[in-house]
């Protein structure tokens, strides 16, 4: 058996959203007992991610390490057709993901403790992301 939902994200630019309860209400309407849900996003500057959702601060650091790992407006990036952000979000996206699958049991998403899933906004501006969500069971 396999159920779909989209969800529509309204990023305020660049930072996590946190869509744990929208994902766990489509895996709720699905009727899974036992299986996988699967999470993507339909673009190429944004990630969804698995991470920590007690201490706010572990989403900061992130933007910190993501800083790091694709600068924005570095003079050897070639692709820069939507600004200084442009190419830094593609390779944010590259390094964090764009789908996450979690294990599904009893009906719920078998995270840990201090998991939630977010979206991940590479761009400094705002956005209207489309995630998709499927259950397979």
């Known amino acids: 058996?396999?159920?779909?939902?989209?969800?529509?994200?309204?990023?305020r630019g660049r930072g996590t959203i946190e869509i744990t309860?929208?994902?766990?209400?489509?895996?709720?309407a699905a009727g899974v007992a036992i299986g996988l849900v699967n999470v993507f996003v339909q673009h190429t500057s944004c990630s969804v991610?698995?991470?920590e959702n007690a201490d706010p601060s572990v989403r900061r650091d992130l933007e910190t390490l993501a800083a790091r790992w694709a600068p924005d407006g570095d003079p050897a990036y070639h692709h820069d057709n939507e600004g200084d952000d442009d190419m830094a979000a593609h390779g944010r996206n590259i390094i964090a993901g764009s789908s996450l699958t979690?294990?599904?049991?009893?009906?719920?998403m078998r995270l840990g403790t201090w998991q939630g899933i977010y979206l991940w906004e590479h761009r400094t501006i705002?956005?209207?992301r489309r995630v998709v969500v499927t259950v397979i069971g």
């Open 21 to 28: 309860d929208e994902v766990a209400r489509i895996v709720r």
């Open 49 to 51: 991610v698995l991470t």
């Open 126 to 128: 705002s956005h209207r």
């Open 1 to 11: 058996m396999a159920y779909q939902q989209t969800l529509d994200v309204h990023s």
């Open 102 to 108: 979690v294990p599904v049991g009893n009906g719920e």
